[in-house]
């Protein structure tokens, strides 16, 4: 069995790449990236490294030989993806693979966030290939505050635009555990689509008063109006277009869209999700 992994000198791509050489030989293992550079630590642990970019149709064809199970991580460079993953999807194809994977986003079928549509059109495209898809979809990685909790926690104000939604977030790692333990599954995998989200659904309320026990002091949730949030991010340098995406993901939040409480985390990774205080320690430090 030959699996291979697109994205894999990214965050969750290196984590799940460190689950299977927990699993399996790394000889079975195929590490799909565009720069090779940043991929001498993998290459140095035995995994295949194969260079391809989500643009080049015929690398990513060459990278796919041989491939029976392939988990595509979406790509980062939003607006682009959805002819990207499709590329993606036509190498395999004409590969021969056998099962994809794709990281999605969670309640994609039902989400108004700005980042669903290229993750709808993707899942649709999975949909109407010959190659059996699986669709994990990912909530909000904790990660993802990392910045926030760290101002948060030094000036005692947590910013958002997320009302009292509930986020069911999890580590970055227990997403990257879930796609392991469905791409070395026994079981038929084609066709399940799994909502992924951690066991702690918080407000940013209670976001704020973690990160406030952890600090040693009061840190409250301040919420703001959509615009007011996503020109406060872009004040303090997130570029103004990735901040409308982020305060629209809140509003997101406010409407229940990151929220889960399907288990389908828990089950696949045997265990509970990874408290968000860790996360919140790690920002901390
Ligand atoms: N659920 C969430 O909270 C959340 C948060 C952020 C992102 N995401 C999504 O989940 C994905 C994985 O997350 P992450 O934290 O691992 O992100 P990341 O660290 O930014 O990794 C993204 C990976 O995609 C690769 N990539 C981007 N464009 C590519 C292209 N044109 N051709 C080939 N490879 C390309 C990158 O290659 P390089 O290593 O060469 O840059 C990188 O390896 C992201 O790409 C994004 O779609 C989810």
Not at 132 to 154: D, K
Not at 178 to 191: K, P, R, Y
Not at 249 to 271: H, K, P, V, Y
């Amino acid at each position: 069995m030959t699996i291979a992994v697109t994205g894999a000198t990214g965050q969750l791509g290196g984590l799940v790449i460190g689950e299977l050489l927990a699993r399996g030989p790394a000889a079975g293992i195929v590490a799909i990236v565009r720069d090779e550079a940043k991929a001498t630590d993998l290459a140095s642990k035995g995994v295949q490294i194969r260079i391809a970019s989500y643009e080049d149709p015929d690398a990513l064809r060459r990278a796919l030989d041989g491939v029976d199970q392939l988990l595509l991580i979406s790509g980062s460079e939003v607006g682009r993806r959805v002819p990207q993953h499709t590329n993606v999807i036509e190498a395999a194809e004409a590969a021969g693979v056998k099962l994809i994977a794709y990281t999605s986003l969670l309640n994609a079928a039902t989400s108004g966030l700005g980042l669903a549509p290229e993750h709808v059109a993707t899942e649709k495209r999975l949909g109407e290939s010959s190659i059996p898809a699986v669709f994990l979809r990912n909530g909000w990685y904790w990660e993802n505050y990392l910045q926030a909790i760290g101002q948060a926690a030094s000036s005692g104000a947590l910013f958002g635009a997320a009302g009292d939604g509930k986020v069911a977030g999890a580590a970055r790692a227990d997403y990257a555990a879930a796609a392991a333990a469905v791409l070395t599954s026994d079981a038929d995998q084609g066709g399940k689509i799994y909502e992924l989200g951690g066991d702690e659904r918080l407000t940013y309320a209670d976001l704020a008063k973690i990160i406030g026990e952890v600090a040693g002091k009061t840190v409250e949730y301040r919420d703001l109006p959509e615009a007011d949030y996503a020109k406060i991010l872009a004040d303090n340098g997130v570029p103004e277009q990735f901040a409308a995406v982020l305060a629209g993901s809140d509003a997101g939040i406010a409407r229940g869209e990151l929220d889960t409480t399907s288990g389908d985390l828990q089950a696949l990774i045997g265990r509970s999700s990874t408290p968000v205080a860790e996360i919140v320690k790690a920002a901390i430090a």
